[in-house]
């Protein structure tokens, strides 16, 4: 099977030109067709056809993408900038997956099949009805993305075939072999005899004109009866469609929210350095003390821009925006208590919308409102919703409260799941205060599958749902009876109140005009009130009640004669309810896009999205688009941004993030000061260097006493080694490095740690082994590996760099890996080089190589800045008893006898890149037709595995033959000089 190749895009070429005189007419006619639809058809059929296309196989050319400006013109821009850039990164996360899939030997990864038959759909659809060959479980969900191939895809063989537009190449021989992506879902035979195989659903060009007589026969007739091929499934499309459909749903944003994201203009940003908004006039001054001693003076300023709009809604209760910029953004560097200020902001917010709430309540429910509750039904019901299921039950079962006085809500979204538990968690444990300073917990939900914290399961709206489709019919029964009485028992109480309170307005008017004692008067006020609140709980009660009503109904119909249930439509139905009456919904991102947010009766009036700087700005399109007026936006453009997969979409600023691209408009952010992690010797290089100098040092740290490590002059606070004879390398085709000199002497400084440990009784200090290569991360496991299953294991990290963003270790060692005159790949990238660094809470000691890193014009100031701090040491500078210590798994100038081994080992399957001549310039081509270097790899964006991705989605097997002979050559000139 032949990947793809600078072959492939000239054989494309030059069988487009043989055929242009034969299909100039329909080629014209698809152009204008594109042209008039490229941006009107938002089908996602549209998707599924652009991401499994032709081009699913070639790199795109330059005029299809655009950068992203910092503002547009019009949405009709806004759309027509971002989708073909979403496109190209969809195709090349699935071309990757595709890549990595072709090495893998599982039996379970490339399933073989055998076609039954090919059924034409409209506008150039096919689909090939497949059955397994040998008995294995299906590895899809309808809708995945997939290949179907023959041969069994793995390494290429040869380069010299030709290919055609949708994969087939043609190797000179009678056999074809080919490949084509497409969309597999379960198919159900008429034939009950036959098993249930799979419909693999593709589109071929515009074979839809049945006027064209060039509809790629020469794959079609491939797909011949009993003929074998191999299905490879790569993934779903389910993000990517999200996206794609808040894009389309872009021109329906909130017109000021459209207006602020199309062009950021600086007469609307506020003016945080000018003035700090007053905290609300209802918290009473024992929660503002609260606030002042639980917030330090950045944070606290953070919340009160937060909550400023929401203080000054309306009386009815929901957020209005008060000034033209809905957008508050909070910066939060490392250590700086992102994740406790979102806390606080989230209680003040809720806290301020819920006393608005309150208050238009009350007033309401006063005698001379109330009468607005005996409206006799709203005037249009929404299908599926739970007016519709309470008033099929009964006519007398109707909520007056959404209607009345709708509850505020809050939509809260991350766009990894644990930095969404992790705020769902913190709301959870601690809960929050009202105005009296007591803790009372808000009503939330979480929405989202595969989630594994208890907090998140326990608030799950999936989880809810499934324990109720798990009752019986006399448990429902039983609890439908019990609901109902409560039902009737609140109306009568509702009744009752709205009586007292007609009477209690007619003696307190009686009493006003003739005039009587304060007193009385105030008691009179009091005890309306005391009825007003009373009133106000029956009612939120008979509300709740209806609602649960209504979910034991959906239940309910399972078990009626001639119901015509359906228990997907339930779950959704359930699922929706859940999600409705929370105040709270936390969910990710991507799940916002998911259909239970379009079943909700009523949007939310806030948006806070933290680490909003790590998704990218189509990334978080689904939930602005939920009705909210104001967002809060929380992250840090030091830190990584997105992952983005493909270069020409990398390149073209598409992983930038809404946030970035609002602060470099000129739009100030709340920056969080005061850090609370790292040692003052820790803190000063990333200060200076990623933040003007402007973070501080918490009292909780700075009056820390010094840890008795200290004391060596190896166990600094913070420390550079610098290890000159370390050697990168790496495995055949991978571009991911590793050093094993730098793997032994960072268990050096470990085990040296220890030492001192156990002199001050065994102290307890977690130690975090980070370094940005996935290589080396292995290699580093198999040098601890002896401690990793020691009690002392335990507390130990080993990960890469990036994989640690957001977390801390009280000593960090950190391996750089690269060592030599080649560059430093995507170690030079300077937002990763701030989250390695920021990680230590009292020790970093960075492990490198000093001379190859100061290739990198910002690692070359952090060693300047290390020497003239006296936090340099070199090899020279160790004490020999150091690097010999018996025992110790490094020692100068020899190894123990596992990593001899291993060194020897390395030997054979290990290229040294500085054993290779410097004039071997070593070129191989991409799949797309791109040249690149081997060993001077540019820097591109962040990979899902963190490894450098310098060579595109290059054909890994033709890497490996090119290097295994180069290496072969090499040996084989060493042997002749011995």
Known sequence: MHLASNSRSRSWKQSADSRQLNTLTVSSRKQQSSSNQQYHDTSVERLRREVTNEQFWQHPEESELQCVPGSFESVEEYVRVFEPLLFEECRAQLYSTWEESIQTVSRDAHIMVHVKMVERRERGWYDVIIFRVHECKWNFKEGDVAILSTPKPGPARSNKKSVNSVGAVDDGKHELTGRVAGTVRTYIPTDTRDPAGASFHFHVGDSYDSSSKVDNDNLLRKFQPKSIWFLTVLGSLAT???????LHAFPHLNLQMQTAVLNPSPEYFPKYEDQTPSLPECFTQGFVDHLHRTFNTPQLAAIQWAAMHTATGTASGSTKRQEPWPFTLVQGPPGTGKTHTVWGMLNVIHLVQYQHYYTSLLKKLAPESYKQLNVTGPKNISAGSIDEILQSMDQNLLRTLPTFCPKPRMLVCAPSNAATDELLSRVLERGFL?????????????????????????VSVERRTEQLLMKGQEEIHGWIHQ???????????????????????AVDRSQRSVGVDPVVLANLDHNRDILLQNLAAAVEGRDKVLVELSRFFILGSRFRLGSAFNLEDARDSLEASFANEAEIVFTTVSSSGRKLFSRLTHGFDMLVIDEAAQASEVAILPPLLLGAARCVLVGDPQQLPATVISKAAGTLLYSRSLFERFQQAGCPTMLLSVQHRMHPQIREFPSRYFYQGRLTDSESVSSLPDEIYYKDPLMQPYIFYDITHGRESHRGGSVSYQNIMEAQFSLRLYKHLQKFLKADGGKKVTVGIITPYKLQLKCLQREFEQVLNSEDGKDIYINTVDAFQGQERDVIIMSCVRASNHGVGF????????????????????????NALMQSDDWAVLIADAKARNCFKDTSSIPK????????????????SNNARSLRNAGRRLRHVEMMPKNKKGRHLSRRGETTRMLQKPEISRDFDGRDRAFGRRSPGLWRREEAERLGRFQKRRRVDR
């Open 881 to 896: 008893e150091f690097m010999g210590a018996k025992g110790s798994a490094y020692t100068a100038g020899k190894v123990s």
């Open 827 to 850: 170690v030079s990238n300077i937002r990763r080089m701030n989250v390695a660094l920021t990680r230590a809470k009292r020790a970093l000691w960075v492990v490198g190589n000093a």
């Open 434 to 458: 009202d105005g009296e300073m007591k803790m009372y917990r808000p009503d939330v939900a979480r929405v989202g599958v595969d989630l594994h914290t208890q907090a998140a399961q326990v």
């Open 240 to 246: 990517t469609q999200r996206e794609y459909i808040a």
């Open 483 to 505: 609901l109902r009485a409560r039902e009737f028992q609140l109306s009568q109480q509702i009744s009752l109140l709205q009586r007292e309170l007609s009477t209690a307005a």
